[in-house]
């Protein structure tokens, strides 16, 4: 199993947590908005396991508001992590399930993705393009 996320004391946390269920994690920390650390992440994966079984697309973040009081820096870092990141990790994977004839990718979305709830218009255009890639 390999743990990815920016924070390496919280994935630390979690491997210790689960390390009498799971002996053999690799804790990769990595900020999926960096495409140079997603393409390190599964290097680093391959490298340790020599496969890619299932790929769980699980990291995202919300800001609220009014989409004219919307930072523009914060908009691109949502529709990066929410959207980019899954499209570029299972982009990086792919090959080598295909390679296996063998694997699993979970893109876990947001049921906003079809609504469209007050204030939250860019996260659901984040999580109704996540809907529509997979």
């Known amino acids: 199993m390999v743990l990815a996320a920016r924070r390496e004391d919280r994935l630390e946390d979690i491997r210790r947590e689960i390390e009498l269920y799971a002996p053999d994690v690799l804790v990769v920390p990595t900020d999926l908005a960096e495409d140079d650390q997603v393409v390190r992440l599964v290097q680093s994966t391959l490298a340790h396991f020599g496969r ?3 790929l769980v697309n699980n990291a995202g973040i919300t800001h609220n508001g009014y989409l004219h009081k919307q930072d523009p820096a914060t908009l691109r870092q949502m529709v990066t992590l929410n959207l980019t990141a ?39 255009a984040t999580k109704s393009g996540l809907s529509g890639f997979f």
């Not at 063998?102 to 079809?114: E, Q, T």
């Open 86 to 124: 899954v499209v570029r990790l299972s982009q990086e994977v792919l090959p080598r399930m295909l390679y296996q004839r063998s694997g699993y990718i979970v893109n876990v979305g947001s049921a906003v993705a079809g609504l469209a709830p007050p204030m939250f218009s860019s996260y659901t």
């Open 52 to 54: 890619v079984d299932v």
